[in-house]
T-cell receptor, first 113, second 116 residues
Framework: GNSVTQMEGPVTLSEEAFLTINCTYT??????LFWYVQYPGEGLQLLLK?????DKGSNKGFEATYRKETTSFHLEKGSVQVSDSAVYFC????????????FGKGNQVVVIP | SAVISQKPSRDICQRGTSLTIQCQVD?????MFWYRQQPGQSLTLIAT?????????ESGFVIDKFPISRPNLTFSTLTVSNMSPEDSSIYLC?????????????FGAGSRLTVL
């Protein structure tokens, strides 16, 4: 079945540092890929998405490119801020129209001033 | 996008009791979803709640343990029955975000349950 794997462990980095969170997936067919973010005390929010190979999703300075050849959707930001501290989840849908998502385990990102 | 309110936001429960979580949406939606987020784990879909029909449960989840109601297009409840410490999780309600494209979900803030 469909699955998403995120890199292990929390990520701690300094303000203005470069952030990468790795995400790889296993899926049949042509899934759509998502990054969701959960700020402290809030619900999950869609950060960005890509619906086909080579698409680049972007929002709030974050980017991720749908790489079918490497089955990856890594999240990047060139210069993080303290306000980017949150948990980030990679997810995919199987495109079957049932709106069901498979999530990765999430990565806690802590940005230190 | 839709605004989702969940109640309670958190609770501490005794083993063997049941708790009902409410999910209220500020607009009418066809499909509502209930997810569970166990400590240190990813989100797992429990069931899909459709108005006017029984909920559809994912593998490993049963109606006796997680009964769901969906009385109208803006409201749903999830009950966690006969709780044990293993049920300590965050339970999240979600809906498809209108106008945002298929498969884009909007989530409530979640209900954090601790079972002693």
């Amino acid at each position: 079945g469909n699955s998403v794997t995120q890199m292990e462990g929390p990520v701690t980095l300094s303000e203005e540092a470069f952030l990468t969170i790795n995400c790889t997936y296993t899926a049949t067919g042509y899934p759509s890929l998502f990054w969701y973010v959960q700020y402290p005390g809030e619900g999950l929010q869609l950060l960005l998405k890509a619906t086909k190979a080579d698409d680049k999703g972007s929002n709030k300075g974050f980017e991720a490119t749908y790489r079918k050849e490497t089955t990856s959707f890594h999240l990047e930001k060139g210069s993080v801020q303290v306000s980017d501290s949150a948990v980030y989840f990679c997810a995919l849908s199987d495109g079957g129209g049932n709106n069901r998502l498979a999530f990765g385990k999430g990565n806690q990102v802590v940005v230190i001033p | 996008s839709a605004v989702i309110s969940q109640k309670p936001s958190r609770d501490i429960c005794q083993r063997g009791t049941s708790l009902t979580i409410q999910c209220q949406v500020d607009s009418q939606v066809t499909m509502m979803f209930w997810y569970r987020q166990q400590p240190g784990q990813s989100l797992t879909l429990i069931a899909t709640a459709n108005q006017g029909s029984e909920a559809t449960y994912e593998s490993g989840f049963v109606i006796d343990k997680f009964p769901i109601s969906r009385p109208n297009l803006t409201f749903s409840t999830l009950t966690v029955s006969n709780m044990s410490p293993e049920d300590s999780s965050i339970y999240l309600c979600s809906v498809v975000g209108e106008g945002t494209g298929a498969n884009v979900l909007t989530f409530g803030a979640g209900s954090r349950l601790t079972v002693l």
